[in-house]
């Protein structure tokens, strides 16, 4: 009988344990990422007269720690100016930002200021004050856009050098529907539109789907464009150009390009609106017809 009382307090005893054990708090486990954006534009424009003021090529690293309701977001920046009579380049560091919108590839955050570190000594400098900051990570399209404003003199946009609009479910690889993508060189001021899934309207008919074709050799400007009102200016990258042969692609994958002298495109131009919630427009004469449309740009969520 005392065996049997014995037992039965042992099994007690280590239901009790594991009941106990069973209410601990499951510690929470931090993910942290380093993600580098290389080769992005950082254009900025001056806030008193919205005119253009530096374009460059500037390298960005963002690191990321994502909790399971909170991700915190820190910026590093290497090498920009937002003026060009500064002497010199500067780095700096945005330290700290909380957001609660992210996921495994994605995160977006924003602040209404951050302090400006410089990264090698870890120390705030007090020159700078960053303020207005908003930032988009996409690491499976290898997107990235940042918007803060220096000293409520200079706004900086950041974006890729690369700019696609938007497709269902943000899936290049399965896109069939009509897109854009940009290639924007900053050295050369010059761009390349890609056009994905494309039929041109001629003479009442449409032409078959060009599964993708691309108009090279375009100027790029920075510059500030009126969208019908006074009071929304804003800052657009614009290409343009004319008389361009196109290429069009074929192959497996659409790797292989050969002019296409039939459908030389004309009176070509195009607004990139690079701001949060950011657009295109995007107009030209081609075979005879015209082509025209407005999509979003896939930077900002």
Not at 50 to 74: H, L, P, Q, W
Request: charged share 20%; glycine share 6%; aromatic share 12%.
């Amino acid at each position: 009988m005392k065996k049997l009382f014995l037992s039965i307090a042992l099994v007690a005893m280590a239901l009790s344990l594991t009941s106990c054990g069973g209410d601990e708090p499951v510690p929470e486990v931090t993910v942290k990422e380093t993600l580098t954006g290389k080769e992005l534009i950082n254009w900025t424009v001056k806030a008193a007269d919205n005119s253009t003021n530096f374009v460059e090529t500037a390298d960005y690293t963002f690191n990321i720690e994502r909790g399971k309701n909170e991700a915190t977001v820190s910026v590093l920046a290497q090498g920009v100016q937002f003026d060009s009579h500064m002497p010199i380049q500067v780095s700096f560091r945005m330290e700290d930002i909380k957001t609660t919108t992210f996921d495994e590839n994605h995160v977006k955050f924003s602040a209404k200021s951050v302090k400006f570190f410089d990264p090698e000594t870890g120390e705030e400098n007090t020159r700078y004050t960053l303020t207005n900051v908003k930032g988009f990570v996409d690491k499976t399209n290898n997107v990235y856009s940042l918007d803060y404003t220096v000293n409520g003199t200079w706004r900086v946009l950041v974006c890729n050098s690369m700019v696609s609009t938007v497709v269902t479910n943000n899936d290049y690889n399965a896109a069939t529907e009509l897109y854009y993508t940009y290639k924007i060189d900053v050295a050369s001021m010059k761009a390349e539109v890609f056009i994905y899934n494309v039929q041109f309207e001629v003479g009442g008919a449409m032409s078959p789907v060009l599964k993708k074709i691309s108009i090279p050799d375009l100027d790029v400007a920075f510059t500030t464009e009126d969208f019908g009102s006074n009071e929304y200016i804003s800052p657009v990258i614009k290409v343009t150009g004319d008389n361009i042969v196109p290429t069009y692609y074929t192959g497996a994958n659409l790797d292989q390009g050969t002019p296409y002298p039939s459908l030389v495109v004309t009176n070509f131009k195009a607004l990139l609106d690079v701001t949060s919630g950011g657009s295109h427009t995007i107009y030209f004469n081609c075979h005879g017809g015209e082509h025209k449309m407005n999509n979003k740009l896939f930077l900002w969520e």
